[in-house]
């Protein structure tokens, strides 16, 4: 028997522990954009998926295991660059392997987070019809320390630094832990071609043998999964890519990326406990809490940046929050912040910014009866009687701004 790559042995020993807790008959899906990443996880999925559940005193029972391929339709040829992935996915001996199109628009937030919002609006509607367990996202640990690396530029929180979870819901990322010359070598041993997405190229960094990048890394506006057609270039991340990071190691040594990856890791596991904290406090300081319908004006109002309805007329969507003031303020500021940015969550479906966050923050340390001020998606906030209000408004327009009037209240 002849020796195995050790990066196709790294490769089949992340997804058998991704799968291993899968029973009989369990159906894994391979996001797959053609690239050497998401190709080098379907070769791993495939060889895997049979082997599943096997141990040193049982056989194996197996699991199925198929592909989605998201195709947006937003560059020259993407159609036959998504047959191609079904092809090699199929040649793999997956079932099924489904090809889905998808129509990007762009809501305001810019294009990538619309393709973005699109592919795991595809992926999620192809898990359910399938019936599938678990998806597997290709990302690997140099998408990891791009992640990070960005989020240190944007001057983000540790949520934020804490890069992309290994786990979320039914998805999966077996390979943060591998480089991406691991994926390019699981593709090689495989006898499989990847694609290289224009868009991550720069003119200093071209696509080395063989290829380049996987197209399915994540955007500057978070994690991406796997589909061709990324749309126009996007050069803060490419540069990142093929000029920042490799300066960076020549400066301060090899091994930046596999130590950015740590860094997230680490912060992770902070970011969680501290989550944990704050959601024992937003229930603590929760004196008031009303779900309904706010009115007919403000049904199937759109989310900025976001690109979908936030259907306020819901059943059970949150439209008043009241907090007491005194038990927000007197917790950590750090886990008050958070339990803020949770109960904007709560009435907006619009992603708050640190500003938000200081003006809510404001009611609860600074108060000086200033007047409300309005969050995303049209959502509003203020203090009265000792008590922080959180509301949507029926018919107001979203406003992404923070403003506060001349009102004065006890």
């Given at each position: 028997?002849?020796?195995v790559d050790?990066g196709?042995?790294?490769?089949?020993?992340?997804?058998?522990e991704a799968?291993?807790?899968?029973?009989?008959?369990a159906?894994?899906?391979?996001?797959?954009?053609g690239?050497?990443?998401s190709l080098?996880?379907?070769?791993?999925?495939a060889?895997?998926a049979?082997?599943?559940?096997?141990?040193v005193?049982s056989p194996?029972?197996g699991?199925?295991?198929g592909?989605?391929?998201?195709d947006?339709?937003?560059?020259?040829g993407?159609?036959?660059?998504a047959?191609?992935?079904a092809?090699?996915c199929?040649g793999?001996?997956l079932?099924?392997?489904?090809?889905?199109?998808v129509t990007?628009?762009d809501?305001?937030?810019?294009?990538?987070a619309?393709a973005?919002?699109?592919?795991?609006a595809?992926?999620?509607?192809?898990?359910?019809?399938?019936?599938?367990?678990l998806?597997?996202?290709g990302?690997?640990?140099?998408?990891q320390?791009?992640?990070?690396?960005?989020?240190?530029?944007?001057?983000?929180?540790?949520?934020s630094?804490?890069?992309m979870?290994?786990?979320?819901g039914i998805?999966?990322?077996?390979f943060?832990?591998?480089r991406?010359g691991?994926?390019e070598?699981?593709?090689?041993?495989s006898g499989l071609?990847?694609?290289?997405?224009?868009?991550?190229?720069?003119?200093s960094a071209?696509?080395?043998p063989?290829g380049?990048p996987?197209?399915?890394?994540?955007g500057?506006?978070g994690?991406?999964?796997a589909?061709?057609?990324?749309?126009?270039?996007?050069?803060?991340r490419?540069?990142?890519?093929?000029?920042?990071?490799?300066?960076?190691e020549?400066?301060?040594?090899p091994?930046?990326?596999e130590?950015?990856?740590r860094?997230?890791?680490?912060?992770?596991?902070?970011?969680d406990?501290?989550d944990a904290?704050?959601?024992?406090?937003l229930e603590?300081a929760?004196?008031?809490?009303v779900?309904?319908?706010?009115?007919p004006a403000?049904?199937?109002?759109?989310a900025?940046?976001?690109?979908?309805?936030?259907?306020?007329?819901a059943?059970?969507v949150?439209?008043h929050v009241?907090?007491?003031?005194?038990v927000?303020?007197?917790?950590?500021?750090?886990?008050?912040?958070?339990?803020?940015?949770?109960?904007?969550?709560l009435?907006t479906?619009a992603a708050?910014?640190?500003?938000h966050?200081d003006?809510?923050?404001?009611?609860?340390?600074?108060?000086s009866?200033?007047?409300?001020?309005?969050?995303p998606?049209?959502?509003?906030?203020?203090r009265?009687?000792?008590?922080?209000?959180?509301?949507?408004?029926?018919?107001?327009a979203?406003n992404p701004?923070v403003?506060?009037?001349p009102?004065?209240r006890?």
């Open positions: 028997m002849g020796q050790g196709v042995r790294r490769a089949r020993a992340a997804v058998r799968i291993g807790g899968l029973g009989p008959g159906l894994v899906l391979v996001a797959c954009s690239g050497a990443d080098a996880l379907a070769a791993a999925l060889y895997e049979p082997r599943a559940g096997r141990t005193r194996a029972h699991v199925r295991a592909a989605v391929i998201v947006h339709g937003l560059q020259p993407s159609a036959a660059v047959a191609r992935a092809e090699q199929r793999l001996g079932d099924p392997v489904l090809v889905r199109e990007v628009h809501a305001g937030g810019g294009l990538e619309a973005r919002d699109a592919r795991y595809a992926l999620d509607r192809a898990a359910r019809e399938a019936g599938a367990d998806v597997l996202l990302h690997t640990l140099d998408d320390a791009e992640q990070v690396l960005l989020g240190l530029a944007r001057g983000a929180g540790a949520r630094l804490a890069g979870p290994p786990a979320r998805y999966r990322r077996p943060l832990g591998l991406r691991d994926t070598a699981v593709c090689a041993a071609t990847f694609w290289t997405d224009p868009t991550n190229l720069v003119p071209g696509p080395g063989g380049g996987d197209s399915a890394g994540p500057p506006g994690p991406d999964p589909g061709p057609g990324e749309g126009p270039p996007v050069p803060l490419s540069r990142v890519r093929g000029v920042a990071l490799p300066v960076l020549q400066v301060l040594g091994g930046l990326a130590a950015l990856a860094s997230a890791s680490s912060l992770r596991d902070d970011a406990a501290l904290l704050a959601s024992d406090l603590r929760t004196v008031e809490r779900t309904g319908d706010p009115g403000s049904s199937g109002s759109t900025p940046g976001r690109g979908r309805p936030e259907d306020p007329a059943p059970g949150v439209v009241a907090l007491d003031a005194a927000l303020e007197a917790a950590p500021r750090a886990v008050r912040r958070r339990a803020l940015r949770g109960a904007a969550h009435v479906a708050t910014t640190a500003r966050i003006a809510l923050e404001a009611f609860v340390v600074s108060w009866g200033q007047g409300p001020a309005h969050l998606g049209g959502a509003r906030a203020e009265a009687y000792g008590r922080l209000f959180l509301r949507r408004v029926p018919g107001a979203p701004g403003r506060s009037g009102v004065r006890r």
